[in-house]
């Protein structure tokens, strides 16, 4: 995109009579062979026009960044948002990301899946899951389902412990990672969630699966099973 361009969409600007910069060189390639010094003032008027349009730019820019939502559109949050990320300003990440989501489409989908990582980072994991769930709800291919349910099945895991959820969306994020990652996830989760359910048992003070089996046994059969001598039938 030239920076003509730019000035039009974004600041309203035309140049009148403004010498493209692909003839500049040409012009100064003539000024060296000896034509008059005069020459090169289309050049000289350009790279002028070049200097006051980045300056205003940046003023452009600084409002953008500072959040004034009356001279930003989606695309252009979203995109703040990740420059501030990089820059380590999370306050601002947050702030612009939120504003990205009232976007829609794939623009929504990255502004919500930004504010779920920026929320996560805060440890603010209900948020985090909302962001994610909102995400899902928009129409959009960027980021895919499957690794939105991924971020989902992990966030479940680590950061809200509920494996029966981060189960249920392990069990669709299989084209966001390779199949032994994959089938390890699920192993994995599914043996936090069997863990689960009996540590909650015991809390309720129910027999878990194996003391059930010991109650069905005589006091001498459990004797002669914890020695490894018992012959099951």
């Known amino acids: 995109v030239s920076l003509t361009a730019v000035e039009e969409g974004v600041l309203g600007l035309g140049r009148i009579d403004d010498v493209g910069g692909g003839m500049i060189p040409e012009c100064y390639a003539q000024f060296l062979a000896g034509a008059p010094g005069a020459i090169l003032n289309p050049g000289i008027e350009h790279y002028a026009h070049d200097l006051i349009s980045l300056a205003a730019l940046l003023g452009d820019l600084v409002l953008r960044y500072r959040c004034d939502a009356t001279v930003s559109c989606a695309s252009d949050q979203l995109g703040l948002a990740k420059t501030a990320l990089r820059a380590h300003d999370l306050t601002a990440a947050r702030t612009l990301a939120d504003h990205a989501t009232e976007g829609g489409g794939d623009v929504a989908r990255q502004a919500h899946f930004l504010a779920s990582r920026l929320a996560k980072r805060a440890r ?6 909302d962001h994610l769930c909102a995400a899902l709800q928009q129409p959009g291919s960027e980021p895919s389902d499957a690794e939105l ?3 989902l099945a992990k966030l479940h895991e680590h950061g809200l412990r509920d494996p029966t959820t981060a189960l249920r969306y392990a069990g669709q994020a299989g084209a966001a990672e390779d199949e032994p ?4 996830r699920l192993k994995r989760i599914e043996k936090k969630r069997s863990k689960a ?3 909650q048992r015991k809390r309720r003070g129910e027999p878990t ?3 059930r ?7 001498t059969d459990r004797c002669a099973r914890a020695n490894g001598a018992l012959s099951l039938r």
């Open 124 to 129: 603010e994991f209900g948020t985090a899951r």
């Open 149 to 151: 349910c991924l971020a």
């Open 181 to 184: 990652s994959h089938q390890r």
């Open 197 to 199: 359910g009996s540590d």
């Open 209 to 211: 699966p194996a003391g």
């Open 213 to 219: 089996s010991a109650e069905r046994l005589g006091p």
